[in-house]
């Protein structure tokens, strides 16, 4: 990858990679403002890098919308929907997009209550709920999730978390980011550091260790 990226001429990433194996689920850690969420916005191509690219087998997947819409699923830090649709309109029209439909979704994070209301509606948990299931739609290889389990029920987080280890068991690769610990140790076997704009792989033991010695966040 070796991501650079700037803000108004101050640098973020500085070679910034994070590589993953199938049936992997990786941690992105780093202090706060340390870059985790720009960089995982670059991996899912919501903004483009100074220089650097994602690769998959070996070529780029830049604007490769077949990629990105059936083989890249994203859930962002914050929810990115449509105000103004309802919960099903919001569904349908991703369906339409990737060209897939994933009703066990649904059913997994107790979308049928909602599908009547509109986005604008809808409380950050269940806002959260529907920004997963338009990620999981097309049932991705790949799954790039920033504070995936923020706002959410404990309910839903144990069922997210399940069906997450069931797709890892069948080959899907997690990125996954989140400011807590217990969280990082339960979620993931090996962590990337992100400090200083530039990345080191570690166990997730490591990244914790790491981050809480002079009180710095996950």
Same mark, same amino acid.
């Given at each position: 990858m070796n991501i650079f990226k700037a803000y108004r001429g101050a640098a973020v990433l500085k070679g910034a990679s994070v590589s993953l194996e199938p049936g992997e689920r990786m941690a992105l850690a780093g202090k706060n403002g340390s870059g985790k969420s720009t960089l995982m916005r670059v991996i899912a191509q919501r903004l483009r890098p %100074?220089?650097?690219s994602v690769e998959l087998d070996g070529r780029s997947v830049a604007r490769d919308r077949e &990629?990105?819409?059936?083989?890249?699923?994203?859930?962002?830090?914050e929810c990115e929907l449509a105000e103004f649709l309802t919960v099903k309109q919001q569904l349908e029209l991703w369906r339409a997009a990737v060209g897939a439909e994933y009703p066990e979704a649904d059913e997994l994070l107790g979308l049928g209550e909602l599908m009547k209301k509109r986005i604008s509606e809808l409380s950050g948990g269940q806002r959260k709920r529907v920004s997963i299931a338009l990620a999981i739609q097309a049932r991705p290889d790949y799954l790039v999730a920033d504070e995936a389990f923020?706002?959410?029920d404990a309910e839903y987080?144990?069922? &997210?978390a399940a069906w997450m280890r069931?797709?890892?068991? %069948?080959?899907?690769?997690?990125?996954w980011c989140t400011h807590d610990a217990q969280e990082l140790r339960r979620m993931c076997g090996r962590a990337v550091l992100l400090d200083g704009g530039v990345t080191r792989t570690v166990s997730a033991d490591e990244a914790v260790q790491f981050l809480s010695e002079d009180g710095r966040n996950v």
């Open positions: %100074d220089s650097g &990629f990105l819409r059936k083989r890249l699923g994203y859930i962002p830090q923020a706002s959410l987080r144990e069922r &997210f069931s797709r890892c068991e %069948d080959g899907m690769a997690v990125l």
